[in-house]
């Protein structure tokens, strides 16, 4: 079992910034790819960012690219979103997830493991 606790939600303004963090606990951390996820109101969920187990290769949503980072710190068991230039388009509960694939997956299926979602509001 892997626990994910998200943070770092929040009310922010058109052109602001947030950082998201995921704290892990359970089994090894470091054996996991890891992804975020969003899912806005009468939406389905899907895919914003995704990184491998070591950090080397991320991967992103067409919509976020060049505006979000994913890193992690594996000896602190946290992924983290920097998200900039927010939009309004943005808003949505963020989730982390873990999958035990090589590579983190854009199917939110494939993934093991998810956190309980933090809250992101981008006003205009």
């Known amino acids: 079992q892997v626990q994910l606790v998200e943070s770092g939600g929040g009310l922010v303004q058109a052109g602001g910034s947030l950082r998201l963090s995921c704290a892990a606990s359970g089994r090894t951390f470091s054996n996991y790819a890891m992804g975020w996820f969003r899912q806005a109101p009468g939406k389905e969920r899907e895919f914003v960012a995704g990184i491998n187990w070591s950090g080397g290769s991320t991967y992103y949503a067409d919509s976020v690219k060049g505006r979000f980072t994913i890193t992690r710190d594996n000896a602190k068991n946290t992924v983290y979103l920097q998200m900039d230039s927010l939009t309004p388009e943005d808003t949505a509960v963020y989730y982390c997830?873990?999958?035990?694939?090589?590579?983190?997956?854009?199917?939110?299926?494939?993934?093991?493991?998810w956190g309980q979602g933090t809250q992101v509001t981008v006003s205009s």
């Open positions: 997830a873990a999958d035990r694939a090589v590579i983190p997956r854009i199917l939110a299926s494939a993934y093991d493991y």
